[in-house]
């Protein structure tokens, strides 16, 4: 994800968090992946999370760039799902920026 998809993606994630009342923390898109780091509600299951982000954020992309739609798919149904805990912001920030040197 480059560009504009990319640019858009970043847009749909925020809009997403927005009407949720989530913070987005640590965002990170790589052309092949997206790492995201998120404070929620008290009342928001962890599961919710990545299906309103994917969901809304893959009808966004291929809303407004049809060659999109000749993807089977704009995801895998693989992810990583954690809450942070006692684990510091630097911690996640130190995580994400290794990451994307890789």
Same mark, same amino acid.
């Given at each position: 994800?480059?560009? &504009? @998809?990319?640019?858009? %993606?970043? +847009? ?10 989530? +913070?987005?923390? !640590?965002?990170?898109? !790589?052309? #092949?992946? @997206? ?5 929620? /509600? &008290?009342?928001?299951? &962890?599961? #919710?999370? &990545?299906? %309103?982000?994917?969901?809304? $954020? *893959?009808? #966004?992309?291929?809303?407004?760039? =049809? =060659?999109?739609?000749? %993807?089977p798919?704009?995801? /895998?149904?693989?992810?990583?799902? $954690?809450? *942070?805990?006692t684990? $510091? +912001? ?8 290794? !990451? *994307?040197?890789?």
């Amino acid at each position: 994800m480059v560009g &504009p @998809v990319r640019d858009r %993606l970043e +847009q749909s994630i925020h809009e997403v968090g927005d009407e949720n009342g989530w +913070q987005s923390m !640590q965002l990170a898109i !790589q052309p #092949d992946h @997206v790492q995201l780091c998120m404070r929620s /509600t &008290p009342s928001t299951l &962890p599961s #919710d999370m &990545p299906r %309103l982000l994917t969901g809304r $954020s *893959a009808h #966004d992309l291929r809303e407004e760039f =049809p =060659p999109l739609c000749t %993807l089977p798919s704009l995801g /895998t149904r693989s992810l990583f799902l $954690s809450t *942070a805990g006692t684990v $510091s +912001q630097e911690i996640i920030q130190r995580y994400s920026e290794r !990451q *994307a040197k890789t």
